[in-house]
Nanobody, 125 residues
Framework: QVQVVESGGGSVQAGDSLRLSCAIP????????MGWFRQAPGKEREFVAG????????DYADSVKGRFTISRDNGKNTVYLQMSSLNPEDTAVYYC??????????????????WGQGTQVTVSS
């Protein structure tokens, strides 16, 4: 079983920043695509950002472009989501996911093989 471990969530004020981490201890997926999703209360889970483990190519939802940055540390098997200029609409549970053998750079939930337990991000105005 693959462990996907998120951390870094919390409660912040509008305009603040947070960095989320996603670690996959003990495993390496050379062709993986790593995605961050979020789910707000009463809403569907949505794609936020993703990164190709091999190429480093990144993708972002329009709602976070210019504010969020996804990155990876291959040596630590860890992906980060740096979130800046947070606003209350960013409040959600954030999930990290792994598409272990990505052919494309997926934004749909069904493409992903492994999911973390989620970390809560709350932004107050």
């Amino acid at each position: 079983q693959v462990q996907v471990v998120e951390s870094g969530g919390g409660s912040v004020q509008a305009g603040d920043s947070l960095r989320l981490s996603c670690a996959i201890p003990g495993r390496t997926f050379s062709n993986a695509y790593m995605g961050w999703f979020r789910q707000a209360p009463g809403k569907e889970r949505e794609f936020v950002a993703g990164i190709s483990w091999w190429s480093g190519i990144t993708d972002y939802a329009d709602s976070v472009k210019g504010r969020f940055t996804i990155s990876r540390d291959n040596g630590k098997n860890t992906v980060y989501l740096q979130m800046s200029s947070l606003n209350p609409e960013d409040t959600a549970v954030y999930y990290c996911a792994v598409d272990k053998a990505a052919v494309i750079r997926p934004t749909s939930l069904g493409a992903y093989d492994y999911w973390g337990q989620g970390t809560q991000v709350t932004v107050s105005s």
